[in-house]
């Protein structure tokens, strides 16, 4: 097996005695104090499982095991204790999330069963992950390439902000970046349901009427709406409910709900929205922030933040260069709309290619010619 355990134990014989017992079936790290422990966890993860015993100088059974959870929820936990410890495995209950309890002395016999145990609960947990960030992503994309055709202002916007949405999440440390992604990705879904007119003059600052922001306002209801019954996406579809709620309870929906109780997805979403907006319509990076800034009170202050920094650190404009139709590939970025000759939308700028996006173009060419050149992003 290549999976790790990592054994926890004050007293070095249990510990060479573990090595000696498991070297030849498992990757065995040894150490001697929980400190140590969480150390290993940080610099050396994936760890399958960790066994700790209980009675340990500085930091005790319990609580190491407690902040094993925390930094590697995955790995599987197995805490040894005494006759006397029964308090001990009450608290690992409450606080540890303790996958095994074996009493010492514990036999050869029955550590081995217990490891086993613990390894294939680590694989079924890992699978399920595995299949969640990479299956149900895959099939999102395909679904959200689908929709870009059918609206490709509204999902222009989704992946402009997927990339902004994912700096900040990664600058505010959050865990679980999939549903960040697969929120951003999915943030503009409810939009189907709105004309392409109507987005575009949403998008260029015109006014709206009444009824049509009225039409643009229930989106982020519709796309959760339209997510709520796929299982394991309530979150982000609590997310995308919210992408237009104020962090001082503005917006919609229309209810108490403000501050921290507002899903941290749908503050980052808020905070990536309003920016892109405000470049798409024409600002600097600059300008954008500085506006954003007279309504500072609608976003997350800690995601305004990392907003800025970002902004901060990142060179302000780009340039840009011309190619025709046929010299198109995945990965460019466009710095300006692609439009037929007659005029019709077929992707915004700021949109990233996809092999989808290049075969409609090419197709939609064949039968109605595309302005070009086309200008794509070039590098600085």
Request: some cysteine; glycine content about 6%; hydrophobic content about 40%.
């Amino acid at each position: 097996m290549d999976e790790k355990i990592l054994f926890v134990d004050d007293d070095s014989n249990v510990l060479d005695a573990h090595k000696r017992q498991f070297y030849k079936k498992f990757k065995v790290i040894t150490v001697d104090s929980g400190n140590k422990g969480i150390d290993v966890l940080k610099e050396q993860s994936p760890v399958a499982v960790v066994v700790s015993d209980y009675r340990m100088p500085e930091m005790d059974g319990v609580q190491f095991l407690s902040t094993a959870r925390q930094i590697t929820p995955d790995t599987v936990r197995i805490l040894l204790t005494g006759q006397a410890d029964m308090q001990a495995s009450i608290d690992a209950i409450n606080e540890g999330n303790i996958f095994r309890f074996l009493s010492k002395p514990c036999s050869t016999e029955i550590l081995t069963n217990a490891l086993n145990a613990a390894v294939e609960q680590y694989r079924l947990i890992t699978v399920e992950r595995e299949l969640l960030e990479k299956t149900l992503r895959g099939s999102i994309k395909v679904v959200s390439e689908i929709l870009s055709m059918v609206s490709p202002v509204a999902f222009s916007c989704s992946s402009r902000i997927g990339t902004l949405a994912k700096i900040l999440a990664t600058r505010l440390k959050m865990e679980n970046m999939w549903e960040v992604e697969l929120a951003a990705m999915l943030s503009q879904i409810g939009c189907v349901t709105i004309p392409g007119e109507t987005l575009e003059r949403k998008y260029e600052g015109t006014n709206l009427s009444i009824d049509e922001n009225k039409m643009f306002m229930e989106h982020p209801s519709i796309g959760k709406n339209l997510l709520a019954n796929i299982p394991r996406l309530e979150g982000i579809s609590e997310a995308i409910a919210y992408q237009e709620k104020q962090f001082d309870g503005g917006g919609m929906p229309i209810n108490d709900k403000k501050g921290a109780a507002i899903p941290l997805i749908a503050r980052i979403l808020k905070v990536a929205l309003d920016f892109d907006l405000l470049v798409i319509r024409g600002k600097t990076k600059s300008q954008a922030i500085a506006q954003m800034r007279s309504h500072v009170k609608w976003y997350d202050p800690d995601v305004f933040k990392e907003l800025e920094s970002e902004i901060i650190n990142t060179k302000e404009g780009y340039a840009s260069r011309e190619i025709t139709l046929k010299e198109l590939m995945p990965g460019m970025v466009l710095t300006e709309d692609v439009k037929t000759e007659k005029g019709m939308l077929l992707i915004q700028k700021g949109h990233e290619i996809t092999h989808t996006l290049k075969t409609r173009i090419l197709n939609i060419g064949r039968v109605s010619p595309i302005t070009e050149p086309i200008k794509i992003v070039k590098e600085l």
